[in-house]
C-alpha cells in the first residue's frame, strides 16, 4: 500500500492512498486512529466493519472513527483500489456534531464523489482554506446521509456480492453509453428483477443511480482536471441532454460546472458559514 500525503492542517489531513492488494494478498486487522471518511476513487474491496460485511465500489465511502476495527480484503476483486482518505481533527467532529461515525460504510451517492473531487483539487493545489471549506462541507453532508443509511438492510450471500460488485464495475466501464437493466442483468446472469434486487441489496443502490452517480463523479473530474466545454464534459460522462447534466450536477454539487470548475481553479474558494455548518 501506498500513502501518499497531499495536505495537512489543523482540521483535515488529506491522503492519496493506492492498494495494489490482490486475491493472494493476507487480510490484516486495523483500527482506525481518527474520525476519517476515505472516499473510493477506483476499484473494489470487501471490508468487515465490526461484524458486517460490505462491499466497496467507485463511489462508496469507509467511515472511521477512533479506535473502530475493520478488516479489507480483494477477494474477487484482482485489481485493487485507490481512495482519498480524509481525516478529521476532534475539533471540527465536535463543531458539526451529530454525524453517524459507526455506521462503517456509506453507499454510493450523488454529492460525495464530488465534494471528494473538489476535496482533492484544494489539497492538490495547497489552498489550505479552501481544503477545510470542502472537508467540512463533506462531513456535513456524511451527518445528513448517515442517519438515513442506519436502516437494517439484510446481508447478501458471498454470490451476491461477487455478482453486484462486477456489475458495478462492468456499469462503471459502460458509463459514457446508453445501457439497459436488462443488459447490465444479462452480464450476472440474472433476470433484471432478480438482479435489480441483488444490486440493491448489496450496494446499497440501484444500477440507475449508481450509473448516475459514476457519470457526475467522472464529470467532476473532467471540469477540475481539463479545459473541455461544459457541453463536451457533459457528453463524455454520459449526459445525451446538457440541460439534463446541468440540472443534475447542480443538485448534487449545490453549484453549476462553471461554478464547480472556477472553484477548483481560483485560490478563494467562497462556501457560506451557514452551509458549511
Avoid at 468487515?48 to 469507509?62: A, K, N, P, Q, T
Avoid at 447490465?184 to 444490486?199: E, N, T, Y
Avoid at 446538457?242 to 462553471?258: D, Q
Amino acid at each position: 500500500m501506498t500513502a501518499t500525503p497531499l495536505l495537512r492542517t489543523d482540521l483535515v489531513r488529506v491522503t492519496d492512498v493506492l492498494c495494489a492488494a490482490g486475491p493472494d494478498s493476507p487480510s490484516v486487522v486495523e483500527h482506525h486512529t481518527h474520525h476519517s471518511l476515505a472516499f473510493v476513487r477506483a476499484g473494489s474491496f470487501a471490508c468487515r466493519c465490526g461484524r458486517e460485511d460490505f462491499d466497496m465500489v467507485r463511489g462508496s465511502v469507509l467511515v472511521g472513527s477512533p479506535g473502530r476495527e475493520f478488516t479489507c480484503s480483494h477477494i474477487h476483486r484482482p485489481h485493487g483500489d485507490r481512495c482519498l482518505s480524509v481525516q478529521i481533527a476532534p475539533t471540527a467532529v465536535d463543531m458539526l456534531g451529530g454525524a453517524e461515525w459507526g455506521i462503517g460504510t456509506l453507499a454510493p451517492t450523488a454529492e460525495m464523489p464530488v465534494l471528494a473531487r473538489l476535496i482533492e483539487a484544494r489539497a492538490r493545489q495547497r489552498h489550505r482554506l479552501g481544503l477545510e471549506e470542502a472537508a467540512l462541507l463533506a462531513v456535513a453532508r456524511f451527518g445528513q446521509l448517515g442517519r438515513r443509511a442506519r436502516s437494517a438492510r439484510r446481508a447478501p450471500n458471498p454470490r451476491e456480492r461477487r455478482l453486484a460488485v462486477s456489475a458495478a464495475l462492468w456499469l462503471e466501464a459502460q458509463a459514457g453509453e446508453e445501457t439497459s437493466l436488462g443488459e447490465a442483468a444479462a452480464q450476472a446472469g440474472l433476470s433484471p428483477f432478480h438482479f435489480l434486487r441483488v444490486f440493491s441489496r448489496t450496494l446499497g443502490v440501484t444500477p440507475h443511480q449508481y450509473l448516475l452517480r459514476v457519470r457526475l463523479d467522472r464529470a467532476a473530474r473532467l471540469l477540475g482536471e481539463t479545459e473541455l466545454p461544459v457541453t463536451e464534459v457533459a457528453f463524455e460522462a454520459g449526459y445525451a441532454d446538457l440541460s439534463n447534466f446541468v440540472r443534475a450536477f447542480g443538485r448534487a454539487a449545490g453549484m453549476s460546472p462553471r461554478a464547480f470548475r472556477r472553484s477548483a481553479d481560483r485560490k478563494n474558494f467562497q462556501v457560506s458559514p451557514a452551509r458549511a455548518i
